[in-house]
């Protein structure tokens, strides 16, 4: 018995610091307009796509104002396109974006890698 109780506490601890990288907090929920105020920082960026622009090297998502009045831009490159679908039919809708705000020349922006970053929010 004596033999078990510490692998027990020792188990016990491990399961707890495995939770706690897991269940971190959820990212604060922000504004597009607000997203210059967080740099570095992993955020939920809410905004409407203003406007989408496809090149053959990379999609921008410009939100609330197309560019180059547009206060924060999503960036998917060639290699996370396929994953998305039909980035076009974004235009127009209302969408939650999380990841780690960039500043990139003096604006804003998240880079999206994986699908769970992006949610489409329906009124």
């Known amino acids: 018995m004596k033999t078990i109780l510490p692998f027990l506490t020792i188990l016990a601890f491990a399961l707890e610091l495995s939770a706690d ?5 959820t990212p604060l929920k922000i504004g597009a307009t607000d997203a210059n105020k967080y740099y570095d920082q992993e955020m939920i960026v809410t905004g409407k796509v203003a406007q989408v622009t496809i090149r053959p090297k990379i999609v921008f ?4 104002q197309p560019f180059p009045d547009s206060p924060f831009s999503v960036v998917v490159f060639p ?23 960039k500043n990139y020349h003096d604006k804003p922006e998240i880079v999206l890698d994986s699908t769970n970053q992006l949610k489409v929010i329906t009124n």
Do not use: C, R, W
């Open 79 to 101: 290699s996370a396109t396929n994953k998305f679908g039909n980035l076009k039919s974004l235009d127009g809708k209302n969408i939650e974006l999380q990841g780690k705000v």
């Open 21 to 25: 990288e897991t269940n971190g907090p």
């Open 61 to 64: 998502l410009n939100l609330d």
